[in-house]
């Protein structure tokens, strides 16, 4: 399997240290806040590699932080916690925050097929940690005590900037909208490990520790929970490429100081969705969020396949014009599916489930191209086999692409009347009720005019609809 490595800027042959096993480490929320589906495009991204791995073969471990404490507005360590500023726009505590917005963050993923890892673990939970790691780079000469605060010594390494070209001139205080002057700071690049009360008098999460009362920067959290449960090294490091400067940066600088060896080998980043009008952003007010999607008719689902149709290192561009033609997309493939007879005197064609199982791992193995994987998917239903081949080989490569088709195709055969259903083609049945289906949501987004052209639409191939408490059944016109 070859993978695009944000470290060494090509495409690299994937090889974990320990044969058969894979660590990997998950940027996770920082949780003052929904998640906005331009940050779950990258946990969909992530889940399709982790489940792939596993198709493959590979023993997968799967840790994820959950940022509850210690990021600021600015990445640059300037501005206020989020958390903080989470609390005050909604009067809670933080920690009354954090638990909400947590839950909604996993809420949505099960809505969109996102496994949990194995391990996730809160800020909150390892301050001992932070301040041991916080502590050996004191001793090693990599941090230093100023203001209060403690910080990273950048100077001290013989390369910082390991994904780009940034010079030291290119963080200019007025060159960088992110970056205001810090006095205490010896460099320009330094970033802060932990605060203390002389930074934020009103922060509410505040521990002990050998340098005051106060705070871990957001930065050394994903070092010491990665070391947590995965131990010195790391296979691979998923996350936005927002994240790759200065957060990731920053955790290659702290972690090989502290370890003293190469911490992860592999980086994979997942680009952009922007709007129209740009880059998504909470601070602006005009994110989308998954219950948005639900409200105006749309499957989350069908925001997954709408991502996988993209390639993770492209920025995507979000529209309700593209997402209706995932739609479309993704109905026609679940009723292609419906259509399915398989017999059961059939028998499993290893040929051919070979033959499509080949296609799916020559897409995913060229840099998890989904795109072309989708393509398989629907070459499956191309294939010379019987039909029970074809639905066993889609519900073993929906394993990876997470879009539910089994389960979907066999929902359109739902709530249709048995002597109805034995005199309609399982293509008819299948195209009634995907009408259905889309006129359920055409109410649900209050688009009433459609919802009745699909009734008429229905009405002239002779099908009536009955609106009842359970649902909606069909009655065909003898």
């Known amino acids: 399997m070859q993978l695009y490595n944000s470290l060494t800027r090509k495409k690299d042959n994937f090889v974990p240290r320990v044969e058969g096993k894979v ?3 998950t940027c996770g929320p920082t949780v003052y806040h929904f998640a906005h589906i331009g940050n779950l495009r990258s946990y969909i991204m992530e889940d399709i590699l982790e489940k792939y791995l596993r198709y493959v ?4 471990t799967r840790v994820m932080n959950i940022t509850d404490v210690g ?6 360590d300037t501005g206020e916690d989020k958390m903080l500023k989470g609390a005050r726009r909604e009067r809670k505590t933080v920690m009354e925050i954090a638990k909400f917005y947590t839950d909604a963050f996993f809420a949505d993923c099960k809505k969109l097929n996102i496994k949990t890892p194995d391990f996730v673990e809160p800020a909150t939970n390892c301050i001992s940690e932070f301040i041991d790691m916080i502590n050996t780079l004191l001793e090693k000469g990599y941090a230093y005590k100023a203001g209060g605060n403690i910080y990273f010594d950048t100077s001290k390494l013989d390369k910082y900037y390991v994904f780009n070209d940034f010079t030291e001139e290119d963080l200019d205080v007025g060159v960088r909208d992110t970056v205001e002057a810090d006095e205490n700071k010896k460099n320009k690049a330094d970033f ?6 002389s930074k934020f008098d009103d922060q ?3 521990w002990d520790s050998p340098f005051g009362i106060g705070y871990p920067g957001w930065h050394i959290e994903c070092s010491c929970i990665a070391k947590k449960h995965l131990g010195e090294y790391l296979d691979i490091h998923c996350g936005g490429i927002d994240n790759a400067f200065p957060h990731h940066t920053n955790e290659i600088a702290q972690s090989e100081s502290t370890f003293g060896h190469e911490w992860c080998k592999h980086w994979f980043h997942v680009h952009h969705l922007n709007l129209a009008s740009g880059k998504m952003s909470k601070s602006k007010g005009e994110f989308l969020t998954v219950s948005l999607l639900e409200e105006r008719g749309f499957d989350p689902l069908v925001y997954r396949m709408f991502c996988l149709g993209s390639h993770y290192r492209k920025n995507l561009v979000f529209s309700w014009e593209n997402l209706e033609n995932a739609k479309t997309a993704y ?3 679940v009723s292609r599916i419906a259509s399915l007879k398989p017999a059961e005197a059939d028998e499993v064609d290893e040929a051919a489930m070979e033959k499509g199982r080949a296609a799916f791992r020559s897409a995913l193995d060229n840099d998890l191209n989904t795109s072309l994987a989708v393509t398989a998917l629907y070459d499956v239903l191309k294939l010379d086999t019987n039909d029970k081949t074809k639905q066993a080989l889609i519900g073993e490569l929906d394993t990876v692409l997470g879009l539910d088709l089994l389960d979907r195709a066999a929902k359109l055969f739902e709530g249709a009347d048995e002597d109805e259903a034995t005199d309609v083609s399982a293509e008819l049945l299948a195209y009634i009720k995907e009408r259905i289906n889309a006129r359920a949501e055409a109410k649900r987004a209050r688009n009433f005019g459609e919802a009745d052209a699909i009734r008429a639409e229905l009405l002239e191939k002779g099908i009536t609809l009955v609106d009842k408490r359970e649902g909606t059944e069909f009655i065909i016109n003898k």
């Open 192 to 197: 802060v490990l932990w605060f203390t009360k």
């Open 331 to 333: 109905n026609k493939l």
């Open 23 to 25: 660590s990997m480490y």
């Open 71 to 76: 990021h600021l507005t600015s990445d640059a």
């Open 204 to 206: 509410e999460l505040k």
């Open 57 to 60: 073969g590979y023993d997968v």
